[in-house]
Every structure is written in C-alpha cells, then in structure tokens.
C-alpha cells in the first residue's frame, strides 16, 4: 500500500454500480483502492479497521438511509469527503443532504462528473484539516500563554513568601546553633522553601517571568556539550546518538535554560523506556522558515492524545505523586517561546516520541524578553490579501495578537480598491499568492509601482519554488509556506520589515 493511494469506501449494494464506480475513478487516474460495504455496519467496521479517504454512497440502498451514513461518516470524521451517487433523486432531497453535510452529487448516468468531484473533495478536505490544525495550535498556544499568566503571578507573591520563610528559618538555623535539640527542625524549614523555590523558579520560567540571560550560539556546540552531560546521566541501557547538520546559522537564547529543556525532555525520555531504548539529538536547518531545529527523539513508550494534547500543562504529569512535578515540558515551552521559538511535540502510543524545538536565527531572533514578557510592541499597518477565509482570518489574528493594525481583503481587486480608493497606506504587504483574477506576484508588483520599496511577504501552499500555471516567484522574494505556525508568520513579517 502506497501513501498516495486512495481509499475509497463504497456504500452500494449493486455488484455492477461499484465496478462502474471504480472504473470511472482508475480511469481519470486515480490510484484507487475500493473496500464495499451495504449495511451501516459493515461502514462501521470498515471505518475501524483501516483509513478510508473518501466515501461514496449510493442514495438508494434497500433498508439503509443516505442520512444515516452520512450522520456515521461525520461522527467518525468531521471532514472525510463524503460523495452521493444516485440513479434518481429528488432535488429537495438533495438540498437536504448537502445540508446534512454531504460535500457533492453524482448521478448515476455521469459518472465522469465523479473523478472530478472526489478529487476536488480530497483537496478541501485536506485544506480544511489544515485549518483546524493551525485554529488547534492556536488556541494551545492562547490556553499555555493564559495559564503561563496565572502561574506567573502565583509563583511571584510565592517566591515573596517563600522568601520570607527561608529568611526567618536561616535565622533560627544560626541562631539555635548545631548543638540545639530543634536545630534538625530549622534546617528542615530552610530546605523545604529552598526546593518551594526551585518550583517556583521553574514556574516563573514557564510564564517568561524569568530573566534571561540571552547569548549568541550554535545549537551544534550546545548539543555536542549536552551528550557529553547526558552519557553520564543516562546509563548504560540508554543508546544515545548526535546528528548534526554542519553550518547552522547561529541562534539567541539563554544557554543554561536551553541546556535545562533538552535535559528536562532527555529524563522524560529516559522515564518512557524503562527497559532501555535510544535516544537521539538532531540537529537541521528549516530551509522554508529559516529556522534551526534540534530534535529530541525516544522510541519509548510514547503518549496517547489525552496526553499529548496536555503535555506542556503545568503540573500535568503522568508520574503519580512524589515522582514528577509536571513542569519539566511547561518549562521547556517558556524558554523556547520566550526565544521566539517553537515546541511541538510528535508522539504515538509504543512508537516513541519526538521533541522538536524550533529556534529563530540570531539575525531576526525576536529581543529576548528583560524581566516581563510582552507581545512585540505594535509595529505597523498590514494589508492581508488571502482567498481563503479560513486562513485569512487565522493570519489578521495572529497579527492583530501581536500588536499589528491589520487590513484584510479577499482578492487583489480588493487590495487594490483599499488602496487606490480608500488610501489604505500599509507597512508591508502579506499576500497569497494563487488567487483568482490575479496572481499575488502581479498584486505586489502592481502596488510596487507607486511605491517601489513596499516590504512584501508572500504565503504559498505549494513547496517548490514555482507554483502551478507558470507563476515563478523571485527566488530571493520572502515566501512563507502554508500550513505556518504562529511564530513563523511573526518572524517571517519581522524580517520582512526589518
Ligand atoms: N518522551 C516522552 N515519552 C512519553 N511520555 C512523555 C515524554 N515526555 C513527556 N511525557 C509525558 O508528559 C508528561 C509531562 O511531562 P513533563 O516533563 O512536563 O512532566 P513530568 O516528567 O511528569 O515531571 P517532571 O518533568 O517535573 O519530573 C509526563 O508525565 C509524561 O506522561
Ligand atoms: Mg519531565
């Protein structure tokens, strides 16, 4: 089985009507494979048991509605193309069910309508698992920066009245002198709020409460120093290996918090292969972003979703009391945010887990925050031109958060009226660069005529440097590749403006 295959599940209960459905698809090209089912619990067991990328029900099934497939689809899937072939049907009825969800409609006597329709439903699918997959890592990143802002503030009148405790408990400590009956007392008060302190630190350094000490690095000389650490700390039955990519650009970050996240994530790694494993530290070069990657790879047990999906809380832990704090993956997340950074996390149950941290080149790094953390002060007015509402909508956010006047428009038409019409002046120019009527590329030329040195920052779904129908982007021009994370679009628009 090929990754490009595509499954498809029909839904008929005639022998012929499915060959002729996959005739119809092998002959435009599709590389299909067909699974068959007649009754809603064979679509059950068929969705269970292997991927299924696109469903195609026949309307008229002796004893199984349409609706109730389609109700079964969505539930196992909000967004699995789902086509409907019919013989005859009602028009109201088909109204019905492309309100119930259903994404297209094929009669039975134009079959040569289906190739085109499944593959356009194979292409919005993904577009739209792609939004929600930015909407989702979005929204993680607001929950963390909210629940950082909490413990933040906790953690700082702690630390005042841990501060207060550890003082007076010295005091007492030296003034009951060691041959006191409750010196032991004392001394057990002061390192109480010595390791309250140490939780607190990590809690301040999650909430990017905690000063840095940024300095100018190559993420190579960190990891190579880091194995040497980790040898000794890891054990034996812990294989451990280095891959490095010569020339990194060099990056801005505090160098003891770096050397705390990948010794934070290699303990996690360890406690996730009890019986042994390998560990491996990576080192890569994003071409697309720019960015410089080191990779924290285990294959130890790995993390169900519910976990995955919590990992970076504060004080979420697996390890039951006593055995872990839950901050080790909150901590890691503050420092490589507070870097301008990213972290994610890659993991399936018995596969193991990946750590990536995603760390800006020193150039367009963002300034490492002094004592508090603050979104980039508000740095200019954006034009955003994009045809897509989803993914304009998620890109005026993520400006908007951090602190841009943002402008939208739908189309290069609309640029282009904002402009020339109402005398939008902008800072720079984000734009798609597919759109109808125009190109992106023609938009920013077009706007470059009046004005020559407008900063430009293209955003492309496509990964080579070309895009289809022939339109070459300048090789040098900033182009950002879709799907982005948050923090590429802001660095991408910070270098773009600098
Ligand atoms: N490499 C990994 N493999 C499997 N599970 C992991 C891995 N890293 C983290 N986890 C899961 O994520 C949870 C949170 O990790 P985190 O490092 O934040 O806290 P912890 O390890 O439980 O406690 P602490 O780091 O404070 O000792 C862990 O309890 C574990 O369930
Ligand atoms: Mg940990």
Do not use: W
Request: glycine share 8%; hydrophobic share 45%.
């Amino acid at each position: 089985m090929t990754s490009d295959e595509v499954r498809v599940l029909v839904v008929d209960d005639n022998d012929d009507d499915a060959v002729l459905i996959g005739h119809s698809l092998a002959r435009a090209g599709l590389p299909v494979r067909l699974t068959r089912a007649e009754t809603t619990e064979q679509v059950t067991a068929s969705l269970a048991q292997h991927r299924v990328d696109v469903v195609i029900c026949d309307y008229n099934l002796p004893g199984v509605r349409a609706v109730d497939v389609l109700a079964q689809v969505r539930e196992h899937d909000a967004d699995l193309p789902f086509v409907l072939v019919s013989g005859q049907v009602g028009e109201e009825t088909a109204a019905d069910l492309m309100r119930a969800g259903a994404r297209d409609f094929v009669l039975k006597d134009r079959l040569t309508r289906l190739a085109p329709a499944v593959q356009r439903e194979l292409h919005e699918s993904a577009e739209r698992r792609r939004h929600r997959r930015i909407e989702e890592q979005l929204r993680q990143a607001e929950r963390l920066d909210s629940l950082g802002q909490l413990a933040g503030g906790i953690a700082h009148d702690f630390n005042n009245i841990l501060a207060v405790i550890a003082g007076y408990a010295t005091m007492l400590t030296e003034e009951l002198g060691p041959g006191h009956a409750s010196h032991a007392d004392a001394l057990a008060i002061e390192q109480a709020a010595a390791r309250g302190s140490g939780l607190t630190r990590q809690l301040l350094i999650f909430s990017g409460l905690e000063p840095s000490r940024p300095e100018l690095l190559d993420l190579n000389v960190v990891a190579t120093d880091m194995q040497r650490v980790l040898n000794r700390t890891l054990g034996e039955d812990i294989e451990l290996t280095t891959m490095l990519s010569l020339n990194l650009p060099r990056i801005t970050i505090d160098r003891s918090k770096l050397e705390q996240v990948i010794m934070n994530a290699a303990l996690n790694a360890r406690a996730a292969m009890p019986s042994g494993g390998r560990l491996t530290l990576s080192t890569e070069l994003i071409r697309e972003t720019g960015q410089v990657c080191l990779s924290i790879v285990d294959n130890g047990c790995g993390m169900p979703p519910e976990v995955a999906a919590r990992a970076f809380e504060p004080f979420f832990t697996t390890k039951g009391r006593g055995r872990g704090t839950g901050l080790g993956l909150a901590t890691a997340y503050g420092v490589v945010s507070d870097a301008g950074g990213s972290i994610t996390l890659d993991s399936r149950p018995d596969e193991g887990t990946t750590l990536r941290i995603c760390l800006p080149p020193a150039e367009i790094a963002a300034p490492a925050s002094t004592l508090v953390k603050r979104p980039a002060a508000p740095s200019g007015r954006v034009l955003v031109v994009e045809d897509e509402d989803g993914v304009r909508d998620i890109v005026c956010r993520i400006l908007r958060r951090a602190g841009y006047e943002v402008h939208a428009a739908a189309d290069p038409a609309e640029a282009l009226r904002l402009v020339r019409e109402d005398h939008l002046h902008m800072d720079v120019l984000v734009t798609d660069v597919i759109m109808p009527g125009m190109s992106g590329t023609q938009l920013a030329a077009e706007l470059r005529r009046a004005r020559p040195a407008l900063p430009v920052l293209f955003m492309s779904g496509y990964t080579s440097g070309s895009a289809p129908g022939g339109e070459e982007l300048p090789a040098d021009a900033p182009l950002l590749h879709k799907p982005f994370q948050a923090e590429n679009l802001l660095n991408a628009l910070h270098a773009v403006l600098a």
